[in-house]
């Protein structure tokens, strides 16, 4: 199995297929020495390298684990050099533009558009840990050209390191994650980025108890990925803002009106959104 | 000690009160039958009522610890029954509409307005518990009205139940308050109403991962007590919204062309917010 990209998730994925005995050699991928460096000091992989041709030569399977705009830059250099019959999938937060190029780069289906749900704020190899997937959900985002033998054996690959599997389109998948998690993003650096605007900024963010300090694990999210997941989600997150700035409107008219009762008719939402969670971890 | 309001704070500061050895008759003042029971079956008080004159006949101190409009309607009828000499303070999170309150109710300076820093998405006298205010910050916001002495006494209390104590004018209270406190709030409610709101809101939110599962506890805190907060903080709040606006409109136009460097800028103030956070607990 070549890794491409060993940081949280790929480096996780590493460490679970290893322990699992699911693969032999793990070839972990990464421009970073540093990055290659922890790997193996970490044992996540059984090798690194910078040679991406290399790296593919003799893979059973690639997995990209990169900010989304590489996955779309590298998969036709991985069709490039990958074996016939080595399949390929990705774990981009944006499933659209990378299943279009995967499909692309992989005329004959091998290529398994998928994206598993286990994020967090802290990112590169020295977050990796054995069972990041457990009890999380690994969605599929296969096209009418994906292999159902690919997809079915990506989909057990998954299931195996404890993830619970299942599948959308690319396109309920992508405006879906702009609403439940790109956008969430969003409004937390507009909320760090007005407070630390105003007039003593880092001396008001030193007040913050509750409040703005739930905001801060966003804060600490890779920035190179956000900022890669907001630009290649484009379409989908800015109508999730105009939905977000329009419940934003209701609250100030309310506020601005003195009425109450519209507040708490605001406050029900949420409540229900929170019931919602409260039945699926 | 006669608290008015026996939920997470009143409670919880009702428990470290004894447990210091600090009152030997705590008085929990509640109109919840509910509320009376539990502070009484947990020993939050020494003893339970909804008379508040009753209550407030013997009292050295009047601890106001219900939502913030609840704390300006009652402080004229504390003034009544309070004997001469009871010292009187507040728990509230908006500080200029209860120190002119108080102020006027309490003309001989003896009422302290005052926050101790220590929410949670719980609340009630369920929720209350020992050293809640332990390592968290207490803050007066003294008038020119307000005694000297009164202010030394309520602030020695703070410390002895753990809070780290420090003074401020109410205005800049209020100011730096809605925008720590309560503009992530109004934001947190913003988005869960946006997302609840979409088409298939409920089926959304169960794909919630990171991103809007960290907008939950804040939507699960009083609804009651944050409708008061968001209409008495009318005005620095609706200035904290525009700052806030401007943030997301730089955002938004960012995303919209494409531009990786401006959110760059974005992230990197979300970071400075950060590390200031890191300094302080």
Redesign the interface.
């Known amino acids: 199995v070549t890794i491409i990209g060993i940081g949280l998730i790929g480096g996780s994925l590493a460490l679970d297929l290893r322990q699992a005995g699911l693969a032999e050699r793990v070839v972990g991928v990464s421009r970073s020495a540093e990055n290659r460096r922890l790997a193996t000091e970490r044992g996540l992989t059984t090798e690194t390298t910078n040679d991406l041709a290399a790296a593919l030569r003799a893979a059973d399977l690639a997995v990209l684990a990169v900010p989304v705009t590489a996955i779309v830059g590298l998969l036709p250099q991985v069709a490039q050099h990958a074996p016939d019959g080595c399949l390929v999938t990705d774990v981009g937060s944006v499933k659209g533009p990378i299943l279009a190029a995967g499909d692309a780069a992989f005329p004959d289906g091998r290529f398994v558009a998928g994206h598993p ?5 802290h990112s590169g190899p020295a977050a990796a840990r054995t069972g990041l997937f457990v009890q ?2 690994w969605i599929a985002t296969p096209s009418a050209r994906t292999s159902v033998d690919a997809e079915e054996r990506i989909t057990a690959l998954w299931r195996a390191v404890g993830a619970t599997t299942l599948r959308m389109s690319a396109a309920w998948h992508d405006d ?2 702009a ?20 007039e003593q ?21 890779d ?1 190179v990925m ?2 890669d997941i ?2 290649m989600n ?1 379409a989908p ?2 109508q ?2 105009e ?6 409107d ?3 008219a309310a ?2 009106a ?1 009425d ?1 009762e519209a ?2 008719r ?9 019931k ?2 409260g ?2 971890s």
Chains 1, 2 share one sequence.
């Open positions: 749900i286990a994020g967090s704020e999380h959900t879906v994650f609403t439940v998690s790109h956008l969430p993003h969003l409004v937390a650096y507009a909320l760090m980025d007005a407070v630390m605007t105003l900024g880092g001396e008001r963010v030193k007040f913050s108890a509750g409040g703005l300090r739930d905001f801060t694990r966003i804060a600490g999210s920035p956000w900022r907001f630009l484009r997150l800015l999730a803002v939905a977000y700035r329009a419940a934003l209701r609250l100030e506020i601005r003195g109450g507040l708490s605001v406050f029900a939402q949420a409540r229900l959104a929170r919602e969670l039945h699926r």
